[in-house]
């Protein structure tokens, strides 16, 4: 029986020999388990793809694969999936943030007969009140708005079994919310807790911007809300158009001309409105309309620069 171990690196040259000494350490005392740990640098641009070929060279059971250029972390997390060789998966950051220490726990649950075993939160160190919050509500909110229903306060520190692995190997799509795609996909899941450790070293590769379009393509991958959410803005628009319409009449029969009110200002609002609606609604849409152009150029994920042995996925 075989387990793999994926790690996705990008510029982790400060952490990546202390991820493999804990690593290599905790799953050399796990008894009847084969194992093997398979490194996936994502393009990095430091010593990392160097330390990475010098822990090959004295641990014939590591592997690593090179990505041609920095395709992201869930593209890195896609292509470790496709080369691993293990009858179950494990993914785990390379930050040294979601302890090594819990893989057993999880392998217990998984010879229990649990298909998908997840690392679930009771308390993140390190990280600020502003992240805290913004995760909390992010996971939450994304439950209400889709029919996905998705655990709380989890990343992508798991274990999965083959048959969950070859379930996401067959979903192509570009723009990857595994955590997501891990709960819709099914399957028997149970949670493993743990408190989530401050970085060991280097800093964090999802900055403001790159959460927000992380969650955008979360809420995108698994919501019509959205689109919805246009539909009823529209008819908002209308309503409101329509009470101006009313108002308009009472003044002209109802009031002395005097005092209505004329000139500019009614229109200029109006037109305002009414632009920023559609500008809303044909930005939402455009978004669902990209992705859909993304999908029919049936690019690939990813291209290997190198591999650190002659076998090649599936």
Not at 63 to 84: E, K, P, T, V
Not at 174 to 189: I, K, N
Request: hydrophobic letters at 50%; one cysteine or more.
């Amino acid at each position: 029986m075989l387990l793999s171990v994926v790690v996705p690196c990008y510029n982790e040259e400060a952490v990546i020999l202390e991820t493999h000494r804990r690593l290599a350490e905790v799953l050399g005392e796990m008894k009847n388990l084969d194992w093997e740990i398979l490194y996936v640098d994502d393009g990095s641009r430091d010593r990392t793809a160097q330390l990475l070929a010098q822990i090959r060279a004295s641990d014939a059971r590591v592997r690593f694969i090179r990505l041609s250029r920095n395709f992201g972390h869930q593209i890195a997390f896609s292509a470790g999936l496709d080369y691993a060789r293990g009858e179950a998966v494990v993914v785990i950051d390379a930050d040294l943030q979601d302890p090594p220490e819990i893989i057993p726990e999880m392998v217990e649950r998984w010879r229990d007969g649990y298909q998908v075993v997840y690392g679930a939160r009771t308390m993140r160190e390190g990280e600020t009140r502003f992240k805290l919050w913004t995760a909390k509500i992010f996971y939450r909110l994304l439950n209400r708005l889709s029919n996905l229903k998705m655990p709380v306060d989890v990343g992508d520190f798991r274990l999965m079994d083959r048959k969950v692995v070859d379930a996401l190997r067959a979903m192509p799509e570009r723009d990857r919310f595994l955590r997501g795609m891990v709960s819709w996909v099914g399957f028997r899941q149970i949670a493993v807790l743990y408190r989530r450790a401050p970085r060991f070293a280097g800093e964090s590769k999802y900055p403001l911007l790159k959460m927000i379009r992380f969650a955008a393509d979360a809420v995108i991958s698994f919501s019509f809300v959205p689109l919805r959410l246009v539909i009823w803005l529209g008819v908002g628009a209308i309503g409101l158009a329509f009470l101006g319409i009313l108002y308009a009449i009472v003044l002209r029969f109802f009031f002395d001309p005097s005092h209505w009110v004329r000139g500019w200002a009614s229109i200029f609002v109006a037109v305002l409105f009414m632009s920023g609606a559609q500008l809303i609604s044909i930005g939402i849409i455009g978004e669902y309309v990209g992705r859909i152009y993304g999908e029919v150029k049936h690019r690939p994920l990813y291209f290997v620069e190198e591999e650190s042995d002659e076998e090649s996925a599936e």
